[in-house]
C-alpha cells in the first residue's frame, strides 16, 4: 500500500508543470493543414540528390511537387525558408517511445507484458498519443519511430507511428514486424556467473521453446483453414511470418549469436527477416552481408561490449557493415531521449560511415527495412510530406529546427521544454504580472 501511494503521488507531481503551463498558455497552438510552398530551400531529397534554391510543394499531405521550376498556385501558403536546408523526417528504427513515459513508475511503462511468449500483443494499442516525450522528439526533426515491446522470447507486434496524432490509429505509419530475442549465449552478469554447461543448458532450452513455437506456427499455418483447428492467439501472431507476408525482427548482439540466428533463419526458410541489435556485428560483418540480411543497430553512443575492445567499437559498427555492402538503419533505443537519433548518427559518420550513408540510415534505409519505404524517407514525389527545415546539418549539435511537417501539417515547433526553457529565461516572481521583476543583488 505505501509503495502504491508512492507511485500515485510521483504520478501527479509529474503532471503538475503540464497543469500550470496549461493554465499559463494564452492559447494552444494548433497543428495546420493544407497547401505550402515552401521556397529558396536546399533540399536534401536523399535518393535523388541535394537541390540548391529549390521549391517544395505539398497538398493534402504528400508531396506533389518538387524542383527549381515548380509552379506555385495561387492558393498555396508560401513559406520562404531563406537559403536553409530541408531534409526528409528522421526514422528512429528502435524505440519505446509512446510507450513508457516515466522510467522509475511501473504504471507509466506499458511495453512489457508478462509471459516469454506473447507475439500477439500490438504495441500500437499501447500507444499514448499525449506522451510528453512525443512533442520533445518531433522538433528535434524524428517524425518517425519504430515502437517495440521488450521483454521475453517473443515480447510482441511492434509498429512504426508518425509523431503527430490524437489517436493511435492517427498514428500509424503503416507497417507492423513481429520481435523476437535471439536466445543469447552472453546474457547478464548473473548470467556469466554460472558455470559454461550452465549457460549452455539455458541457452538450449530458450532455443527450444522458440522453435517448438515456430513449430507451432508452421503446422498452424498448413491447417489454419480446418474447421477443427481452435483459436491460438499466440500462434496464430506468427502465421504471417511463415508466409512471408509480416517481417520478424530478430535481436542479437553478440558476435557467435549473429551467426547463430543467421543459421536459425536460413535452417527455418523465412523470407522477410531483419538482424538488430547486431552490437557485434564489425566482427562478422563479411558474414551478415553474405546472408543478406538488413541490419537495424545501435544505440550507436554506447560502450564497447567487451572490455578488450577499442573505445569506439560502438561508434565504428555501423560505417564496418555498410562498407561490407549491409543495408543498416540506426535506432536509439530510448523513449525520453529518441531526440539525439541525430547524434547516434554523427558519431556513426565521424567514424567511417560517412555523412550521406549516415543520412541513409535514418531516413530512407530506415524506411525501406521497416516497410514504409513507399511513403516515407525521402523527398520525392508522391511520398508523405514529412519533413523538416534546418538552419544547417542536424547532425551538429548547433543546428536549429525551423520548421516541421507531419503528414503534410504543420506542426508547431512547441513541446513542454521549449515551454520550460522560454519560462525560465524571463522569470518574473512577482505575483502581479503589471510589475517587474525583482533583481537580486549580492552584496
Known amino acids: ?151 521475453g522470447i517473443l515480447p510482441g507486434t511492434a509498429a512504426s507511428i508518425n509523431l503527430f496524432g490524437y ?70 501472431a506468427l502465421v504471417p511470418v511463415v508466409k512471408g507476408e509480416l517481417t520478424l525482427f530478430i535481436e542479437a548482439n553478440a558476435a557467435k549469436d549473429i551467426l547463430s540466428a543467421i543459421e536459425w533463419v536460413e535452417k527455418r526458410g523465412y523470407k522477410k527477416v531483419v538482424l538488430t541489435g547486431v552490437s557485434e556485428g564489425w566482427r562478422v560483418a563479411d558474414e551478415i552481408a553474405k546472408s543478406g540480411l538488413s541490419v537495424i543497430t545501435g544505440p550507436v553512443q554506447a560502450v564497447p561490449t567487451r572490455q ?17 555492402g549491409i543495408k543498416v538503419a540506426i535506432r536509439t533505443m530510448e523513449a525520453e531521449n529518441v531526440r539525439n537519433l541525430p547524434y547516434h548518427a554523427g558519431f556513426a559518420a565521424a567514424y567511417g560511415m560517412g555523412r550521406e550513408e549516415a543520412l541513409k540510415a535514418i531516413t530512407i534505409n530506415a524506411a525501406e527495412i521497416l516497410g514504409v519505404g513507399d511513403q516515407l524517407g525521402s523527398i520525392e514525389v508522391g511520398k508523405k ?22 503528414d503534410g501539417y504543420k506542426v508547431p515547433m512547441t513541446s513542454r521544454q521549449i515551454r520550460l526553457y522560454d519560462e525560465f529565461l524571463n522569470r518574473n516572481p512577482s505575483t502581479d504580472k503589471t510589475k517587474p521583476a525583482v533583481s537580486i543583488k549580492k552584496k
Not at 82 to 96: A, C
Not at 314 to 320: E, K, L, Q, S
Not at 388 to 406: R, Y
Request: with cysteine; net charge negative; charged share 20%.
Open 1 to 151: 500500500m505505501k509503495t502504491l501511494r508512492i507511485n500515485i503521488i510521483a504520478c501527479l507531481l509529474a503532471l503538475v508543470p503540464m497543469f500550470i503551463m496549461a493554465q499559463e498558455d494564452d492559447q494552444v497552438l494548433k497543428a495546420r493543414g493544407g497547401k505550402f510552398a515552401l521556397t529558396n530551400a536546399k533540399i536534401y531529397t536523399v535518393t535523388n540528390g541535394v537541390i540548391e534554391n529549390g521549391t517544395l510543394l505539398i497538398n493534402n499531405g504528400v508531396i506533389e511537387a518538387v524542383g527549381t521550376n515548380v509552379r506555385i498556385p495561387a492558393d498555396a501558403e508560401v513559406i520562404d525558408v531563406n537559403g536553409k536546408e530541408i531534409y526528409p523526417g528522421m526514422i528512429d528504427s528502435g524505440t519505446t517511445l509512446g510507450l513508457a513515459e516515466i522510467s522509475s513508475i511501473a504504471e507509466a511503462n506499458d511495453f512489457r507484458e508478462f509471459g516469454a511468449l506473447t507475439p500477439q500483443m500490438q504495441a500500437l494499442t499501447a500507444v499514448n498519443p499525449n506522451s510528453v516525450a512525443i512533442p520533445v522528439t518531433r522538433v528535434s526533426g524524428v517524425t518517425t519511430v519504430w515502437t517495440m515491446p521488450r521483454g
Open 167 to 236: 489517436t493511435p490509429d492517427q498514428m500509424d505509419a503503416g507497417s507492423k514486424g513481429i520481435v523476437m530475442n535471439f536466445p543469447s549465449t552472453a546474457g547478464g552478469r548473473r548470467f556469466r556467473r554460472l558455470s559454461a554447461e550452465e549457460r549452455k543448458k539455458r541457452q538450449e532450452k530458450a532455443l527450444k521453446t522458440v522453435n517448438d513455437a515456430w513449430d507451432k506456427a508452421e503446422l498452424y499455418a498448413s491447417i489454419e483453414n480446418s474447421d477443427d483447428v481452435r483459436s491460438y492467439p499466440e500462434i496464430e
Open 308 to 324: 578488450s575492445d577499442a573505445y569506439d567499437a560502438a561508434y565504428a559498427n555501423p560505417g564496418v557493415m555498410a562498407e561490407a
Open 385 to 406: 510530406a514529412n519533413f523538416f527545415v534546418a538552419t544547417g546539418d542536424p547532425f551538429e549539435t548547433s543546428t536549429k529546427i525551423t520548421d516541421l511537417f507531419i
